[in-house]
């Protein structure tokens, strides 16, 4: 039961971080940082200005293939699961440095749960 469990956290993480990156990047969603209308605004209000946007959306999309491929080797899923965790829990520390309402965050902890879950159990 804790493998499927475990299964369906790594599907939902990559499917939601395909999701932001692919389908919503230029979007506004109620989860964007401060006032952003897309992802790039959402990176420059935290202060990160620059390729950040393009090395965080590399690594996150790199982590949530990991995941998905983790499924037939399983030798990935921990590096990929850490990964992300460090990821989300940098998103939830942005979200706190500008001061935003906690629904804001409410993505990147159920993630950083999950990816910690998946890790560690």
Do not use: C
């Not at 493998?3 to 989860?31: C, D, G, H, M, P």
């Not at 790039?40 to 090395?55: A, R, T």
């Not at 699961?81 to 409410?106: C, E, F, R, T, Y």
């Amino acid at each position: 039961m804790l493998e499927y469990l475990k299964l369906a956290a790594q599907i939902t993480i990559a499917i939601s971080i395909y999701n932001v990156w692919f389908l919503r990047f230029n979007k506004s969603t109620i989860y964007r940082g401060k006032d952003a209308k897309n992802m790039k605004d959402e990176f420059i209000s935290y202060g990160l200005k620059g390729p950040f946007v393009w090395i965080i959306g590399f690594l996150k999309v790199t982590l949530a293939t990991m995941l998905i491929v983790g499924i037939f080797y399983d030798s990935l899923i921990f590096p990929a699961a850490v990964g992300m965790a460090v990821l989300m829990l940098g998103a939830i520390l942005m979200h706190l440095k500008v001061k935003d309402q906690p629904l804001k965050s409410l993505p990147a902890t159920i993630f950083l749960i999950l990816s910690l879950s998946i890790a560690f159990l």
